[in-house]
């Protein structure tokens, strides 16, 4: 059952080359997203996966955009809260931001200043890891905030782009992918 997971779930990430920019190899995960089924085992996978690594949080920090539909499932599943980490200008209330790198480029990320306090424990989900920086730019505004951050659990982990060195704190992924 768990090869077979995740050999469909392999299956269903079209590679797509050249784009957002030339040597780009984009995996698109929206076949995923359409299959229900195969999004609910996914939801699924990342709640045990969380639990086999020991990881108890009170909240999941979800990366604007595509860690908004992970993480807020994953949070709905284990019925703990969901908190957005969002692009600049998007929040309204009082909030601290960070600058990082991205895989190609650079973005600010921003977080509610009351979203998260020293009690609380988070683990960062998004659908992708590559160079780290956005999980890192996460991790410090969680951790600016006062929260523990236990970890990241990723959809896909884009190898030989040390995502992992740079976040900064453990991370597990479903699927590992070249760069």
């Known amino acids: 059952m768990d090869d077979e997971f995740i050999q469909q779930l392999q299956d269903s990430v079209r590679t797509v080359p050249d784009f957002p920019i030339e040597g780009i190899m984009f995996r698109d995960i929206?076949?995923?997203l359409a299959n229900g089924k195969l999004l609910a085992n996914v939801v699924d996978r990342m709640v045990q996966d969380i639990g086999k690594l020991g990881?108890?949080?009170t909240h999941i920090v979800g990366p604007e955009s595509r860690g908004f539909i992970f993480g807020s499932m994953?949070?709905?599943q284990m019925g703990i809260g969901f908190i957005p980490v969002r692009?600049?200008?998007k929040l309204p209330h009082e909030i601290e931001s960070v600058k990082y790198s991205l895989e190609y480029g650079e973005n600010i990320l921003e977080i509610h200043k009351d979203a998260l306090n020293e009690?609380?424990?988070v683990v960062i989900v998004d659908d992708l890891l590559a160079t780290g920086g956005t999980v890192a730019a996460s991790v410090q505004l969680c951790q600016s905030i006062g929260s523990t951050v236990l970890?990241?659990?990723f959809l896909i982990e884009l190898d030989g782009l040390n995502g992992k060195e740079n976040s900064g704190i453990q991370?597990?992924?479903l699927l590992n992918f070249p760069s």
Do not use: C, N
Request: charged share 20%; proline share 14%; no cysteine.
């Open 87 to 89: 692009k600049p200008g």
């Open 74 to 76: 994953v949070a709905l």
């Open 151 to 153: 970890g990241g659990v």
């Open 171 to 173: 991370t597990h992924a």
């Open 30 to 32: 929206t076949p995923v």
């Open 119 to 121: 009690e609380d424990r």
């Open 55 to 57: 990881w108890s949080p």
